[in-house]
């Protein structure tokens, strides 16, 4: 005879380590995706729905850079008691690591409406549990989940898709504003599919030169040209132009803004050093735009002026424009990067001023040339009280801090006549010409200069 004792205690200990969460106890993911497909074979049988709630904490990170990752672990032991005793015995629930959860309801309706409702009753119970407040070894914390859910019948989406799907939909919670639960919904699946395949292509873009540069000219009140705003345009080989409203957001969301940013910078200082060679083009100003992501970059500044000496554009041409978002996070460190960049000569103009949310203290302290009224303030100038007097307001603004402003989306003449009569005295928009390639701008520049001599 053989004492087998401590050959199944090792036995039993690896399964623990090898199904079970060290930290909570709970099934793992391997664990997890084996019962989850009994669970669809289960539901292919009965015809009874199943759901998957995928959870996640929010700010967790922040309980454990404040108050260390001991009271991190607390916390998550916490969670998975309270998830235990929220469903019942024969439901599961999973700790995937870090601070997510699956939890896995098996045996709800057949008909999907009426699952939906006893997941959705489920997933609100175990949000409102999870609510209340914690004890963590002496100090009160309060924490709040973001929950996606998605149902299951058979065998109709394999297991990893599931999951995936009460990902996405944990995700879109969190987009509402986190604590609450959000269903999977298809078309959130498709419209993930067609971000990946857009980021896939603005690299590929990028990489085979598909994106060019298209210039709106920006002129005085005599309709001379003084310069022109640098607007990123893609044509792309199958879509066709892509619109900027579609692509650059997911730039700037992928990180691909700041190889797209330096590009621009680039080619706009090569296009300051060509119409240096031309006497009509000589002394205009191009205004680009800057992203904040961009901006924030540490050698941002220094990165301008090592351009501006390998181009050898005149810095005096080159105009920056920020975003009013972009004053929110370091004053400091923006004021530092456009001192050094104003030292030089570029000048700064505040976009779409009025739009956002900043502080009217900060113009005071900030090197500005320029204020740029938005064209959501210019459309309805002659039909909304409000709009006519917050251009009116700008304008007062800008004349009593020194600062230049200039007015986009005139579209009309009436609108134009507004503004010079109010002080107004720089515009761009259609009224004058849509954004164009570089030779037709040129040629726009000539012909404005024969009207002008003629006159």
């Given at each position: 005879m053989t004492d087998i004792t401590?050959?199944?205690?090792?036995?039993?200990?690896?399964?623990q380590l090898a199904f079970y969460d060290p930290l909570t106890g709970l099934p793992n993911r391997r664990m997890l995706i084996d019962r989850l497909r009994h669970a669809l074979a289960s539901s292919a049988r009965s015809a009874h729905c199943g759901a998957l709630l995928f959870?996640?904490?929010d700010h967790f990170k922040n309980l454990n850079d404040t108050l260390g990752h001991d009271k991190g672990d607390l916390l998550l032991q916490q969670v998975a008691q309270r998830l235990l005793d929220t469903v019942r015995e024969e439901d599961t629930v999973a700790r995937l690591g870090g601070d997510e959860y699956v939890v896995m309801l098996e045996g709800l309706d057949e008909f999907h409406d009426i699952a939906a409702s006893q997941a959705t009753a489920v997933g609100e119970k175990i949000i409102a549990k999870l609510n209340w407040?914690?004890?963590?070894?002496?100090?009160?914390?309060?924490?709040?989940?973001s929950m996606g859910l998605t149902l299951f019948n058979g065998h109709e989406v394999e297991v990893e898709d599931l999951l995936k799907q009460a990902d996405l939909a944990m995700y879109q919670a969190k987009g509402a504003g986190r604590n609450g639960l959000r269903f999977y919904d298809p078309q959130m699946q498709a419209a993930v599919t067609k971000r990946a395949e857009l980021?896939?292509?603005?690299?590929?873009?990028?990489?085979?030169?598909?994106?060019?540069?298209?210039?709106?000219?920006q002129v005085d009140k005599s309709g001379c040209v003084i310069g022109a705003e640098a607007l990123l345009r893609w044509n792309h080989?199958?879509?066709?132009m892509v619109s900027p409203a579609e692509f650059i957001p997911v730039a700037e969301d992928s990180g691909q803004i700041l190889t797209l940013g330096s590009w621009i910078l680039e080619a706009a200082c090569a296009q300051l050093v060509a119409w240096a060679a031309d006497p009509e083009t000589r002394a205009l100003t191009l205004a680009v735009n800057v992203s904040s992501r961009q901006?924030?970059?540490q050698d941002f500044a220094q990165h301008i002026l090592d351009m501006l000496d390998y181009t050898g554009a005149n810095p005096h041409c080159l105009k920056l424009e920020l975003t009013e978002s972009l004053l929110a996070d370091n004053l400091d460190d923006v004021i530092v990067k456009m001192s050094a960049l104003r030292a030089r000569g570029v000048g700064f103009s505040l976009d779409d001023f009025g739009t956002g949310y900043s502080s009217l203290s900060y113009l005071k302290r900030l090197p500005l040339d320029q204020l740029k009224i938005d064209q959501s303030f210019v459309r309805d100038v002659l039909t909304d009280p409000n709009d006519a007097a917050i251009v009116q307001t700008i304008l007062a603004l800008g004349k009593t801090l020194g600062l230049k402003v200039i007015a986009e989306g005139v579209e009309t003449g009436e609108q134009r006549d507004f503004l010079v009569a109010n002080g107004c005295n720089s515009y761009q928009g259609y009224l004058y010409s849509r954004p164009v390639p570089?030779?037709?701008f040129l040629r726009y520049v000539h012909a404005v200069s024969v009207r002008k001599d003629a006159a």
């Open positions: 401590q050959r199944k205690a090792a036995e039993d200990q690896i399964r959870i996640d904490l407040p914690y004890q963590l070894a002496g100090h009160e914390f309060h924490s709040t989940p980021e896939a292509d603005i690299r590929q873009g990028i990489l085979f030169g598909q994106f060019v540069l298209f210039f709106q000219p080989p199958t879509r066709g901006f924030r970059q570089a030779d037709e």
